[in-house]
């Protein structure tokens, strides 16, 4: 398993935790939640659909995917590091911003918040920008 799958699958197994942390305390209040416990509930589900499934697959789509060829078989893999980098700092800014925006919205939450989903979205872009050659390959060796 290359070392960046690695990085990856240990890191979606950190999101798991910490998005099984927060989720179980945002649901322990059933009925009335307090307004901490309220503001932290979409990002528990965030932590772990986000971090936690889609880091999962982005690594193990990295790592079993159809090589390329000798000199970059899995593609540039400094775009993968880019997708690593900006996927988890998209969900640390998530993970800050969300409770803030819950109590004291403001522009800076406001701004944490979109560059969080910004960065996501560029993770993933540039996720399926790499892959894409390798999904192609499938369809030549068939």
């Known amino acids: 398993m290359p070392v960046l799958a690695r990085y990856f699958v240990k890191s979606a197994l950190i999101w798991l935790v910490l998005g099984g942390i927060v989720a ?10 307090p307004p901490l416990l309220m503001t932290i509930r979409p990002m528990g589900w965030h932590l772990l659909t986000v971090g936690w499934a889609t880091q999962l697959i982005f690594g193990v789509a990295f790592w079993m995917f159809p090589l390329l060829g000798k000199p970059q078989p899995r593609g540039d893999e400094r ?31 406001q701004l944490m918040l979109s560059l969080s989903a910004t960065l996501q979205l560029a993770a993933v872009v540039i996720f399926v920008i790499l892959m894409w050659p390798r999904v192609k390959a499938l369809g030549r060796s068939s």
Do not use: D, K, M, Q
């Open 24 to 33: 179980g305390l945002a649901l322990s209040g059933a009925g009335g939640l």
């Open 79 to 109: 775009l993968a590091w880019i997708v690593y980098g900006t996927l988890n700092i998209g969900l640390l800014l998530r993970v800050i911003g969300e409770p803030l925006a819950g109590f004291r919205p403001n522009t800076l939450t």
